[in-house]
């Protein structure tokens, strides 16, 4: 008799499922993992809850009702080319432990996915779904559900962190964003023609209000008030300590605003001791070569960028080099 109910049933996501999903992800991702911090339920609820761009879960059910599995994304609005669009991120799928057939072989984990997948991959519902799938989720993405690498691995550029930098005091740390950043994001949507939507409201959904780390957002405004540039930084990464610039919407023809803000999240770093700085950019991005031109260096990381697209119109071709991506967009909260 087998210890384990083998069969399942799918449904998506009902209120209340939450308290269940939480223990079975405590569970998972506990395992293994002396370092392991539980994920509270404010931080579910951020996430999925009160994401302005919506939710994406479906569930298993085993025989008696409980919860087994997880196929879920993180939904955003996304950039292409100036438009509007939705995607989302692959985010938190598991299976419990008694379920797993091994990720190279097919099983609950891969039925979730290709369910999941006919189900919300549409290009009315999202264009496109990425991820960072791990060493061994990326076996099965890309062999059994048709993830394309874009990068991998992903690089990220580091730097050590110098002692002696000055801040200039018209970088100033502000609370949340308003329309000054969508006046700035406007301006720069058309250069960065595919990626996440970086405005306002999802800023300060996405920094602002997660509850489970500390964001630093730097401005740097005009003499009228108007960004020329902002950025988020944020102190450990990966449980490193390091300074990690996270997001990053500065235009390419001013680069003293780039000096300007990148000096502000060094002298934070200086002050708390933080070494190095670290920053993942496109390596053919203009963003990257400035990096390289400030001493940054690329390391390779364990970290695979991959792309479902579902938009007929979008080609892996085009959007490899065209890719606007930062540390905000992954899942390391």
Same mark, same amino acid.
Request: proline fraction near 7%; hydrophobic fraction near 40%; charge should be negative.
């Given at each position: ?155 990220? !550029?580091?730097? =050590? ?6 801040? @200039? ?7 949340? &964003?308003? %329309? #000054? ?79 300007? !803000?990148?000096? =502000? ?6 002050? @708390? ?7 993942? &950019?496109? %390596? #053919? ?49």
């Amino acid at each position: 008799m087998p210890d384990a109910p083998l069969e399942w049933t799918t449904r998506p996501y009902q209120p209340g499922d939450e308290t269940e999903i939480l223990a079975l992800f405590n569970e998972v991702f506990s395992e293994n993992n002396p370092d392991f911090e539980p994920r509270r339920l404010e931080h579910w609820q951020w996430e999925f809850e009160k994401n302005p761009a919506g939710q994406r879960i479906l569930l298993a059910i085993d025989t008696e009702g409980s919860i087994v599995g997880q196929f879920c994304s993180r939904p955003a609005w996304a950039n292409v080319r100036g438009e509007k669009m939705l995607c989302s991120e692959a985010v938190d799928s598991l299976v419990a432990k008694a379920y797993r057939k091994g990720l190279r072989r097919r099983g609950l984990f891969v039925s979730l996915a290709e369910e999941f997948i006919e189900t919300h991959g549409r290009e009315d519902l999202d264009v496109f779904m990425y991820g960072c799938p791990n060493e061994l989720a990326f076996p099965v993405g890309t062999r059994l559900l048709h993830y394309r690498p874009v990068f991998a691995p992903l690089p990220i !550029l580091e730097r =050590a962190t110098r002692s002696d930098v000055k801040r @200039s005091e018209d970088v100033v740390e502000v609370e949340r &964003f308003g %329309p #000054e950043l969508d006046r700035l994001w406007d301006r720069l949507k058309d250069a960065q023609s595919f990626g996440l939507w970086r405005d306002s409201s999802y800023w300060n959904w996405r920094y602002v209000d997660c509850p489970s780390v500390t964001y630093r957002m730097l401005s740097l405004p005009d003499a009228e008030g108007e960004l020329r540039g902002a950025a988020v930084v944020r102190e450990k990464w990966l449980d490193k300590d390091v300074l990690a610039l996270v997001d990053w919407l500065v235009p390419r023809d001013d680069p003293e605003a780039a000096t300007l !803000l990148l000096n =502000a999240a060094e002298a934070l770093a200086a002050a @708390s001791d933080l070494s190095p700085l670290q920053t993942w &950019f496109h %390596p #053919e991005q203009p963003e990257a070569e400035w990096f390289r031109g400030q001493g940054f260096e690329p390391r390779d990381t364990f970290f695979n960028l991959c792309i479902r697209i579902y938009h007929p119109d979008l080609t892996l071709r085009w959007i490899k080099p065209e890719w606007y991506f930062t540390m905000g967009d992954s899942d390391i909260y």
